[in-house]
């Protein structure tokens, strides 16, 4: 089982920045693409941040482009969300996730979360 492990959530005001951190076994990161997720409550779980193995080649969805920055770095086998000009609608429960089987775009495992919270 690959065990994933994000950190770095908080409660934070509008405007601000956090990022957010997802350790992974070396053998998971360095053979898959990830990403990240998030749910708010009452609402489905949705896509926010992608980036495939050579981290050269990123993914966003329209709500945060321009705002957030996935990244990985692979001498510490962690990914990263940089969150910037955070807005009460970003709070959620984010979650990190490796793509499995590579290059299906389907996302085999899964992390705990992390909960960020922005008040206006």
């Known amino acids: 089982q690959v065990q994933l492990v994000e950190s770095g959530g908080g409660l934070v005001q509008a405007g601000d920045s956090l990022r957010l951190s997802c350790r992974a076994p070396?053998?998971?990161?360095?053979?898959?693409?990830m990403g990240w997720f998030r749910q708010a409550p009452g609402k489905e779980r949705e896509f926010v941040a992608a980036v495939d193995l050579s981290g050269r080649n990123t993914a966003y969805s329209d709500s945060v482009k321009g705002r957030f920055t996935v990244s990985r770095d692979a001498p510490r086998n962690t990914m990263y969300l940089q969150m910037n000009n955070l807005k009460p609608e970003d709070t959620a429960v984010y979650y990190c996730?490796?793509?499995?089987?590579?290059?299906?775009?389907?996302?085999?495992?899964w992390g705990q979360g992390t909960q960020v919270t922005v008040s206006s």
């Open positions: 996730a490796a793509e499995s089987p590579p290059g299906s775009g389907a996302y085999a495992y």
């Open positions: 070396a053998r998971t990161f360095g053979s898959f693409a």
